[in-house]
């Protein structure tokens, strides 16, 4: 498994960790922010690099997982936020409404609709609400088993656009990489949200999936957000 370094920081984290607090993960690229050569270049070159290279669609560790980055003079750190098992149900379940978005019916209609996708496509989908950082952070990889075959989505309304979402490398091979910028662009707008409610944004994200999901493979798979 590769990792991912950040910055003049001696930890590292699985690339499924990735953080997108402006909107941008990180890649598995190293960047050497505390040697001499950072110092010739200006922070503004770095982040306009940084943008191009990253992956728009990639789910927000600094939402779901409790890792945020602050931009130091000169300097990026990496900072392990959350991490509170507490937060997680007792038993088992694919749907964890820590921030209560959800009501009991939708909840239980959202559990059906996933345990259907997973018999019908072999993909496991699994879904976080929760509001950074009341979240139970590192302990969800744990506990949902997070493998290539998963669909992490985090419902989290604290940086504007509601839906972020981490996919396993068996679904990026299947799904392209702008149907997640389009769902989130769709449904996790704060325009969206704010009009029809956490929970709506949730729903439809979450029958867009499984829409997508059991579309066959081609050139043209999961070319509209239903």
């Given at each position: 498994m590769s990792y991912l370094?950040?910055?003049?920081?001696s930890l590292t984290f699985p690339t499924t960790l990735r953080s997108a607090i402006l909107k941008q993960p990180l890649n598995t690229t190293k960047f050497p922010l505390c040697s001499t050569e950072r110092?010739?270049?200006?922070?503004?070159?770095?982040?306009?690099?940084?943008?191009?290279?990253?992956?728009?669609?990639?789910?927000?560790?600094a939402l779901a997982l409790g890792?945020?980055?602050?931009?130091?003079?000169?300097?990026?750190?990496?900072?392990?936020?959350?991490?509170?098992p507490e937060l997680l149900p007792k038993e088992f379940t694919t749907v964890i409404d820590v921030a209560g978005f959800l009501s009991d019916g939708q909840e239980k209609r959202l559990t059906q609709e996933i345990a259907d996708i997973e018999k019908d496509t072999g993909?496991?989908?699994r879904v976080l609400s929760q509001n950074y950082p009341d979240t139970p952070g590192l302990?969800?990889?744990?506990?949902?088993?997070?493998?290539?075959?998963?669909i992490v989505f985090v419902a989290d309304p604290t940086f504007g656009n509601i839906l972020n979402f981490n996919v396993g490398a068996t679904v990026d091979l299947d799904i392209p990489r702008s149907f997640w910028s389009r769902l989130a662009g769709k449904y996790g707008n704060i325009?969206?949200?704010?009009?029809?409610?956490?929970?709506?944004?949730?729903?439809?994200?979450?029958?867009?999936?499984?829409s997508c999901l059991r579309e066959p493979v081609g050139p043209s798979n999961c070319s509209e957000v239903k």
């Open positions: 370094h950040l910055g003049c920081s110092q010739t270049k200006s922070t503004k070159s770095f982040f306009a690099d940084f943008r191009s290279k990253s992956l728009k669609w990639a789910f927000s560790g890792i945020s980055l602050a931009v130091l003079p000169g300097c990026v750190e990496a900072k392990v936020g959350v991490n509170k993909f496991k989908l302990a969800i990889r744990d506990f949902w088993q997070v493998d290539d075959r998963t325009f969206y949200w704010k009009e029809k409610g956490e929970d709506a944004s949730i729903e439809a994200a979450v029958m867009a999936i499984s």
